[in-house]
């Protein structure tokens, strides 16, 4: 089967028993993280397979409670998972209860931990592809009300970059990042309109929206990208570019979107799965 849903799961056990991880979401079609996933179980030698799994918002609980029961290893969680999952595991790394949000999910013999590992992939990924050092730059990220936007807006505040611009189209949704990180006059919270100031006072642009998933593309004026820019998309798409990462190239802005972050995470959620060595190699293989 080629996407799996909550209701076919039960049968699971007899007759696809190395059917042992998956990634759940609403949509989750798009995902290349089985790509990836596969290719580093059978480079490990692993007799397992890692599928994706239709979840709808209203049956999260319940996929949890049947992949507990069929003892599962693990499974990772997708849009618009990342924040209702929080309340679905027994025990949540430090990390992932700082971000607020969880990715990466370990039946540790019955008791579920959740982990987040979209803050680490994401810096490594910026790292590898820009060879900034994010202390130093002006970071802006759009979308910072969603899950990953939320999470990376806390992760990056961490990191105590020079200045991080926040915006999100709905002002309310950042209220609670607004009081977790009220006090540090380096961060600042913008909403759409004001894009073409934040776009002036950033050296890095972060898409955390899901407006390239929908197929469309945020609404700005091209001018307000210059050469100096780079731009990072979260998004990424199963073929080619995603329309925000041809528009910053054919600006001439190095741009790339976000199957580098998706391997970064991917390789972190690998790790609390079965440990090290991770074939870091064969999953970025995989995702070409
Ligand atoms: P989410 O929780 O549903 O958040 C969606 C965000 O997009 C919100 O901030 C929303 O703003 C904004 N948005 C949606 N349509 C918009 C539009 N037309 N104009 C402006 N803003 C718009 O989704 P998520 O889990 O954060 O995921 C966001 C994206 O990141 C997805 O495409 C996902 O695939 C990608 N992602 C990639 C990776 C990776 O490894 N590469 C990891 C995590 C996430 P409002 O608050 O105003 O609704």
Request: glycine residues 10%; hydrophobic residues 45%; negative net charge.
């Amino acid at each position: 089967m080629d996407i799996w849903t909550v209701d076919a799961l039960p049968s699971l056990g007899s007759t696809k028993p190395e059917f042992q991880l998956g990634v759940l979401g609403d949509p989750v079609e798009h995902s290349l993280s089985p790509r990836m996933q596969n290719a580093a179980l059978a480079a490990r030698g692993l007799p397992y397979r890692y599928e994706r799994v239709h979840v709808s918002p209203s049956r999260l609980e319940e996929a949890f409670a049947r992949l507990r029961e069929l003892g599962f290893i693990g499974w990772n969680l997708t849009l618009p998972h990342k924040i209702a999952g929080l309340s679905l595991v027994d025990r949540l790394d430090p990390e992932a209860a700082d971000l607020e949000a969880i990715n990466t999910v370990l039946n540790h013999g019955g008791e579920l931990i959740g982990f987040n590992t979209d803050g680490r992939g994401l810096q490594a990924a910026l790292t590898e592809a820009f060879k900034i050092d994010l202390t130093k730059v002006r970071i802006a990220v759009l979308g910072a009300g969603g899950g990953a936007g939320h999470a990376s807006a806390r992760f990056l505040a961490r990191l105590r970059p020079e200045r991080l611009l926040l915006v999100n189209r709905t002002l309310a949704k950042m209220e609670n990042l607004k009081n977790q990180l009220a006090g540090d006059p380096r961060i600042t919270f913008w909403d759409f309109d004001q894009l073409e100031r934040v776009f002036r006072e950033a050296d890095l642009i972060v898409n955390a929206t899901s407006a390239g998933l929908a197929g469309g593309i945020l609404d700005w004026e091209p001018d307000w990208l210059q050469a100096d820019h780079r731009v990072f998309d979260m998004v990424y798409g199963r073929e080619g570019d995603t329309p925000m990462v041809a528009w910053a190239k054919r600006k001439g802005v190095p741009a790339v979107d976000g199957r580098l972050m998706l391997l970064h995470q991917g390789a972190f959620a690998f790790e609390h799965w079965f440990g090290r060595p991770v074939p870091v190699q064969a999953m970025r293989d995989a995702l070409r």
